[in-house]
């Protein structure tokens, strides 16, 4: 029998140090009681020995009243009351506790509603069903707690007396909790902002500005990928981004999305990889993988982009938040990399089509996220990293002749179960930068490119691709032209006459 107690007093915990002494609760004494091998929730719980109760984005620190009852129980109890849902714990827990301990864990109160979560949790997770009756009486219970969690969409479950409001199925369901951050981002309606910042414009101008947007944001798509732009695979591209929330998203459209972005390729395998992929740099010397990302084994890659566009069908039809939804079928799509080359560009589309289906963007409008991700494309490679690192260490691979990698050990769990709220706050924060910059900044450039152009008409009669070209200049030297402007492509004007159009555009 284990003689170790679940509250143990703990400093360090897998190189994450407590900034409180005190005891390890809930998932954080679950996790180091029965040594599960998964990733550390974002935050771990510690029960201070002095009277203090704060959090900050490592740790929940709570006073000595709060502490559990010593015991599997005692914990998930706490876990589900203080900390939400993590699957991925739960998931790992249940592969190691018994089947009697749990039942005769929902036995001993089996009306509690906490351990009717439990119980609903257990049975949706190992798809075993208990030998416990159905209940008959008793109010239901929502599964997620909203004020931890963003929920979905309630199924009742009678068995239980729950209201299962998890976002995802079995197959495919990251969480995101609701931090100070992202409650005031949703606060904040940013759709309706987006619109009534633009509203004041003519739908021309709207119309232009929604235009080299579309095609600015392609272009940034090749570069995040470092990928030379060919016109044909730009235009090809652009007409694709154009087209987001109009089809429906399953695995066939998915295939023909790959195809698209690689354009006729003889070195590329289409469809879904048949071996596995990583992220990453090969040795110099051995050309051995250096990965930074291990993607999720070509086995399961199917059943979980099968859950992906499950949970996609299932939340598109519901209220929950478009950007929030950006994340899940987004980000999820990326860390399961479920193809051997075009996942990135094919992640970003999805971005874009989940704010166009949800009519976070209305029609003829497409939000140009690949262009303020190029722009913030150092945070965007770290939240990126923020998955792919914590769980390299959860992956047992070996290189392959080929100098791929070859997975060892079962991964499932880590593509279908994780947190996503840094991610959500990145790409919120993504969403507002774009709102309150990117899309005011190019409609205040055509409105100045319009008035220098009738300007330019007006005072010098000159061609458009001349416009074009002083415009971009003013535009790029901070309202001034360089010496070797002047004295090359400008040399048709005179000092004076040039002097003039730099002072017409300061007034600008």
């Known amino acids: 029998m284990n003689s170790k107690r679940f509250s143990e007093e703990i400093s360090v915990f897998r190189g994450r140090i407590s900034p409180e002494n005190g005891f390890c609760a809930g998932y954080f004494a679950l996790i180091r009681f029965y040594d599960l091998n998964v990733p550390l929730p974002d935050r771990l719980c510690v029960i201070s020995k002095k009277f203090k109760k704060y959090e900050n984005d490592d740790w929940l620190i709570f006073e000595p009243k709060y502490v559990p009852e010593d015991s599997l129980a005692g914990n998930l109890v706490f876990a589900l009351k203080y900390e939400g849902i993590d699957l991925s714990v739960l998931n790992s827990l249940f592969k190691v506790v018994s089947e009697d301990e749990i039942t005769g864990l929902v036995l001993n109160e089996p009306l509690g509603k906490y351990t009717r979560k439990i119980w609903f949790l257990y049975e949706w997770l190992t798809e075993r069903v208990l030998k416990i009756a159905d209940l008959k009486k008793g109010n239901f219970v929502d599964l997620i707690d909203e004020k931890l969690q963003f929920a979905g969409p309630v199924v009742k479950s009678s068995r239980h007396r729950i209201n299962n409001n998890l976002p995802g199925v079995r197959n495919f369901c990251p ?83 790959q195809k698209l972005v690689i354009g006729d390729s003889k070195f590329t395998k289409f469809g879904f990889r048949t071996e596995e992929g990583f992220v990453g740099e090969h040795d110099r010397d051995s050309g051995e993988p250096i990965p930074v990302h291990i993607s999720a ?66 029609d003829k409008y497409i939000f140009p996220i690949s262009t303020v991700l190029l ?26 002749s080929d100098n791929n990698v070859e997975v060892l050990n079962d991964t499932l769990d880590l593509y279908r179960y994780f947190d996503a709220t840094k991610q959500a706050e990145f790409l919120y924060s993504c969403v507002k930068y774009t709102i309150e910059n990117i899309l005011p900044d190019e409609i205040e450039y055509l409105k100045r490119y319009d008035l220098m152009k009738k300007y330019l008409n007006d005072r010098f009669d000159i061609p458009d691709k001349l416009i074009n ?40």
């Not at 100070?180 to 759709?191: A, G, I, Q, R």
């Not at 722009?375 to 390299?392: D, F, G, H, M, T």
């Open 175 to 257: 969480l995101i909790r609701k931090t100070k951050t992202l409650e005031k981002f949703v606060d904040e309606s940013l759709s309706d902002k987006l619109y009534d910042s633009i509203n004041s414009f003519s739908i021309d101008l709207i119309s232009r500005a929604a235009s080299f947007l579309l095609l600015k944001d392609t272009k940034a798509s090749f570069v995040i990928e470092k990928e030379s732009l060919p016109h044909n695979r730009i235009l090809r591209w652009s007409k694709v981004l154009g087209q987001a929330g109009k089809k429906e998203i399953n695995i066939g459209e998915l295939n023909n999305l």
């Open 297 to 362: 084994k070509q086995q399961d890659i199917e059943l979980l982009i099968d859950g992906l566009l499950e949970t996609y069908k299932k939340l598109a039809k519901s209220d929950f938040d478009a950007v929030l939804l950006s994340t899940v079928i987004g980000f999820g799509f990326v860390f399961i990399h479920p193809f051997a080359d075009g996942n990135g560009r094919i992640h970003r589309f999805l971005i874009n089509d989940v704010l166009a289906r949800k009519g976070f963007v209305k």
């Open 375 to 400: 722009e913030r494309i150092s945070e965007y490679r770290k939240i990126l990293e923020n998955y792919s690192l914590v769980r390299l260490e959860f992956v047992d691979w070996i290189p392959t």
């Open 469 to 508: 070209l002083i415009v971009r200049f003013l535009e790029q030297n901070n309202g001034k032209f360089s010496e070797r402007e002047k004295n090359k492509e400008l040399k048709e004007f005179s000092d004076e006459e040039l002097n003039e159009i730099e002072e017409e555009y300061s007034q600008y």
